[in-house]
């Protein structure tokens, strides 16, 4: 069965700084990833679509990358600013089991002005 | 462009009381449809998927129901409520189709409150 996981639950950094947010997930037999940001009380919004055979995706400040051998994926976001904070989820969407999406629990980050 | 809606925005049902939350899509045809949950301080858990009219998948076993009654429209119901039935719900699209390869889109979400 896929497990999602993120790491960490929670970050808080100053405004500027470069920082990478983790995701793990067991079974590597993946279509894609994705990333979401989630504000509170709210939807989510997508951030990055990985396919399987991509490496990486960018979106302005944002960076994504996928390593499926080894179950990992990094969001990087570059000069944080107060607005980036969210949370931040990722997901994965199984090869073989119909089209759900499997999420992690997420991480919150707070970027202080 | 396409967008979803869902409503309510809130809602507070006392335990036993019957459910309806409803979303529809705009500005695409024949999209996958999904009904997710998300309980406090536990992930997202998708419910319900639909490639179609009357077309609904059930990815766990609950007291909830799903119907497509037209092409963008999905709605969640329950006929009586439980404690545990509580959660922000939420609603979303991706491309029609398998949609693997598809981004999902969601909704502004439903916050549900059963007491």
């Known amino acids: 069965k896929q497990e999602v996981t993120q790491i960490p639950a929670a970050l808080s950094v100053p405004e500027g700084e470069n920082l990478v947010l983790n995701c793990s997930f067991t079974?590597?037999?993946?279509?894609?990833l994705q990333w979401f940001r989630q504000d509170p009380g709210k939807g989510l919004t997508s951030l990055l679509l990985?396919?399987?055979?991509?490496r990486e995706q960018t979106s302005g400040r944002l960076n994504a990358s996928l390593d499926k051998s080894s179950g990992r994926s990094t969001l990087y976001i570059a000069a944080s600013q107060p607005g980036d904070s969210a949370t931040y989820l990722c997901?994965?969407?199984?090869?073989?089991?119909?089209?759900?999406?499997?999420f992690g629990k997420g991480t919150t980050l707070s970027v202080s002005s | 462009s396409q967008t979803i809606h869902q409503w309510p925005a809130t809602l507070v049902q006392p335990v036993g009381s019957p459910l309806s939350l409803e979303c529809t899509v705009e500005?695409?045809?024949?999209?996958?449809l999904y009904w997710y949950r998300q309980a406090a301080g536990r992930g997202l858990q998708l419910l319900f998927y639909?490639?179609?009219?009357?077309?609904i998948s059930s990815e766990v076993p609950q007291n909830l129901s799903a119907s497509r009654p037209q092409d963008r429209q999905f709605i969640l119901s329950s006929k009586k409520l439980l404690l545990s039935d509580s959660g922000f719900y939420l609603c979303?699209?991706?491309?029609?189709?398998?949609?693997?390869?598809?981004?999902?889109?969601f909704g502004p979400g439903t916050r549900l409150l059963v007491l």
């Open positions: 997901a994965v969407r199984q090869a073989q089991a119909g089209t759900a999406l499997i």
């Open positions: 639909s490639v179609g009219i009357g077309q």
């Open positions: 079974d590597s037999a993946i279509y894609n």
């Open positions: 500005g695409t045809s024949n999209p996958n």
């Open positions: 990985i396919q399987s055979s991509q």
């Open positions: 979303a699209w991706s491309g029609g189709g398998s949609g693997r390869r598809e981004t999902q889109y």
